[in-house]
């Protein structure tokens, strides 16, 4: 079983930036695809970025250049380096760890306003 914990939102003005944090739990998490995926009000869930055990990272065309994932597997902590941030990035951001099932955490705001 992994349980992830996100961390780091809030709300930020246009052109801010912002850390999310996850950490998890098992021992497992250095084997997982690890992702960042958000979903604002009225829309469906989607694709941010993802990183797998091995660094390689994909990222949605919206957020390239600007978001950055990493994860350090020695704190069992995946990052979402957020800069540049738009009003459209206003969101509820979720970790997310694929290793033998899905898994997801409880979510974290994300709001850019002025």
């Known amino acids: 079983q992994v349980q992830l914990v996100e961390s780091g939102g809030g709300l930020v003005q246009p052109g801010g930036s912002l850390r999310l944090s996850c950490a998890a739990s098992?021992?497992?998490?250095?084997?997982?695809?690890l992702g960042w995926y958000r979903q604002a009000p009225g829309k469906q869930r989607e694709l941010v970025a993802t990183i797998t055990n091995g660094h390689s990272t994909n990222y949605a065309d919206s957020v390239k250049g600007r978001f950055a994932i990493s994860r350090d597997n020695t704190k069992n902590t995946v990052y979402l380096q957020m800069n540049s941030l738009k009003l459209e990035d206003t969101a509820v951001y979720y970790c997310?760890?694929?290793?033998?099932?899905?898994?997801w955490g409880q979510g974290t705001q994300v709001t850019v306003s002025s």
């Open positions: 997310n760890a694929n290793i033998g099932g899905n898994y």
């Open positions: 098992g021992s497992i998490f250095r084997f997982a695809v």
